[in-house]
T-cell receptor
C-alpha cells in the first residue's frame, strides 16, 4: 500500500454514460498524475497537476475527458459519453516536491459495455 | 521522441535461478530511470530508481539494476528468484524532469516462476 487511494476500484458502465473516478494522494504530495493502461501495455500519461493547476494534458485526453484537483488535494477524472475504447485501468500517481519517484494507487478498472 | 523498449514480453525462470529483464530507452537528455512491478489487478510498486552516481543501483526485494549509458540500457537483475516474484515488470524513463516529470513506460515483461 503506497498511501495513494483510488475509488472505485472497478466500474462497469454502458456506452454513452458518464463516469467519474477519484484519487486521494499521499499527504503533502503536491504533484498528481493520471495514467491509462490498456491490456498488454504499459501505462500512458494522461495529465498532471501541480497543486490545483493542471499543467499538461496528453493528446490522449480527448474533449470527453476532464480532470480537476480542487484545492490541491484529491483529484477527479471524468469521462463523458463513454466509448468501448475507454475500457482500461486508470492509474493515479503522486510525487513529493523535490523528489522524482512517483507512487501509484491501485487503479480503477473501467469496463464499458 | 522518448521511448522505452522491453524486448521480452514473457520470461519463465525456475525458482532459485537468476533473472535479468532487459530495458532500452531512447531519450535525448540525462535519463531518470525506474523499474516498477505490478501484480495482477494492482497498481505499480516502485522497485528502484537511477538518477545519477553509481551505475549499479539496489532496490527492494533483492533487485538491482545497472545503467549503461553506451548501450542506453537499464537492465533489472536478481540473483535468485522466488515464486512471489511472479508479476509484470515495467521499465520507465522520466521525461522533463525539470518540469512535470511524466513517466514513459515500456510495454512490460511478464515473469513466470516455475517450481
Amino acid at each position: 500500500d503506497t498511501g495513494v487511494s483510488q475509488n472505485p476500484r472497478h466500474k462497469i458502465t454502458k456506452r454513452g454514460q458518464n463516469v467519474t473516478f477519484r484519487c486521494d494522494p499521499i499527504s503533502e504530495h503536491n504533484r498528481l498524475y493520471w495514467y491509462r493502461q490498456t491490456l498488454g501495455q504499459g501505462p500512458e500519461f494522461l495529465t498532471y497537476f501541480q497543486n490545483e493547476a493542471q499543467l499538461e494534458k496528453s493528446r490522449l485526453l480527448s474533449d470527453r475527458f476532464s480532470a480537476e484537483r480542487p484545492k490541491g488535494s484529491f483529484s477527479t477524472l471524468e469521462i463523458q459519453r463513454t466509448e468501448q475504447g475507454d475500457s482500461a485501468m486508470y492509474l493515479c500517481a503522486t510525487r513529493y516536491r523535490g523528489y522524482y519517484e512517483q507512487y501509484f494507487g491501485p487503479g480503477t478498472r473501467l469496463t464499458v459495455t | 521522441a522518448q521511448s522505452v523498449t522491453q524486448p521480452d514480453i514473457h520470461i519463465t525462470v525456475s525458482e532459485g535461478a537468476s533473472l535479468e529483464l532487459r530495458c532500452n530507452y531512447s531519450y535525448g537528455a540525462t535519463p531518470y530511470l525506474f523499474w516498477y512491478v505490478q501484480s495482477p489487478g494492482q497498481g505499480l510498486q516502485l522497485l528502484l530508481k537511477y538518477f545519477s552516481g553509481d551505475t549499479l543501483v539496489q532496490g527492494i526485494k533483492g533487485f538491482e539494476a545497472e545503467f549503461k549509458r553506451s548501450q542506453s540500457s537499464f537492465n533489472l537483475r536478481k540473483p535468485s528468484v522466488h515464486w512471489s516474484d511472479a508479476a509484470e515488470y515495467f521499465c520507465a524513463v522520466g521525461v522533463g524532469m525539470e518540469y512535470g516529470n511524466k513517466l514513459v513506460f515500456g510495454a512490460g515483461t511478464i515473469l513466470r516462476v516455475k517450481s
